[in-house]
């Protein structure tokens, strides 16, 4: 197990990915709390059978699957919605982040994570980088990335925590407005201080 836990957050499109990917290519084990919200819901499971119970079957896709695409209208929408689906998921994103946590091998590992700081999921972690970008760029990179409309991305953006206090809450900041060849020689820089730390701790 990593004794020393990076937390890396930022806002939908903000560049988490992109961060961590390199990270990976560094040799850093990172656990992606979007990849674990998905395992907690995939097919069979418990938490998608309330799920059916609590939506009705249109949010189930012919394959058994959950139907994202109608569950993010329904729970962008509607904030007792979101506030439900959050009450069931996050207590189990939470025992698999930790279980995924205590496999990580590498010098240090990273929790990347859209809601790092509105869950309680920052006490799992001994450091936090934010990947900052000005919101039209969000926007942008975000509509190009996904089939959602603008609407539906601004709901997102709307829900989650403002630029400006998840910045004021890091103890670092990536900031992610030029080209990818940029965000990775931050990232190298900043993994450099990672292993020094990790050594430290
Ligand atoms: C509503 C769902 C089904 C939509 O699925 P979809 O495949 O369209 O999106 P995906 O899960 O890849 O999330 C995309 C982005 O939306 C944002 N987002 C997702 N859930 C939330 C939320 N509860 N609050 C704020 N932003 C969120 C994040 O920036 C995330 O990176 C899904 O997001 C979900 O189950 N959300 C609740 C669980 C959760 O809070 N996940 C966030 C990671 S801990
Ligand atoms: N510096 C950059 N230059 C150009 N494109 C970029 C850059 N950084 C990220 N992107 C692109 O922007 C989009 C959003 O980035 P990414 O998927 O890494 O964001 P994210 O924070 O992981 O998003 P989400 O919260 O939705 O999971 C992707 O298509 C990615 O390839």
Redesign the pocket.
């Known amino acids: 197990m990593s004794s020393f836990v990076v937390g890396v957050t930022g806002?939908?499109g903000s560049g988490k990915s992109a961060a961590t990917a390199h990270f990976e290519t560094l040799g850093i084990s990172v656990v992606d709390?979007?990849i674990?919200?998905?395992q907690v819901?995939a097919k069979g499971t418990h938490a998608l059978e309330t799920i059916v119970e609590h939506f009705g079957e249109h949010v189930i896709l012919d394959t058994g699957e959950?139907n994202?695409?109608a569950?993010?209208k329904i729970?962008?929408e509607s904030p007792d919605e979101?506030i439900w689906?959050?009450h069931l998921?996050?207590p189990l994103?939470r025992e698999a982040i930790i279980t995924a946590l205590t496999s990580a091998d590498s010098p240090y590992a990273i929790l990347a994570?859209?809601?790092l700081f509105?869950?309680d999921q920052y006490k799992m972690v001994n450091r936090t980088l934010v990947i900052d970008v000005p919101e039209a760029l969000q926007l942008k990179r975000t509509c190009k990335r996904d089939d959602n409309s603008e609407q539906q991305v601004r709901a997102?953006m709307a829900?989650?925590m403002s630029r400006q206090d998840r910045v004021s809450k890091a103890d670092d900041v990536i900031q992610n407005d030029q080209d990818l060849a940029y965000l990775h020689s931050q990232v190298e820089l900043l993994h450099t201080q990672y292993l020094a730390l990790a050594k430290q701790s």
Do not use: N
Request: net charge positive; proline share 3%; charged share 25%.
């Open positions: 806002g939908i709390a979007d674990v919200s998905r819901v959950l994202r695409a569950l993010r729970v962008f979101r689906l959050e998921t996050h994103i994570s859209p809601l509105e869950s997102i829900v989650q």
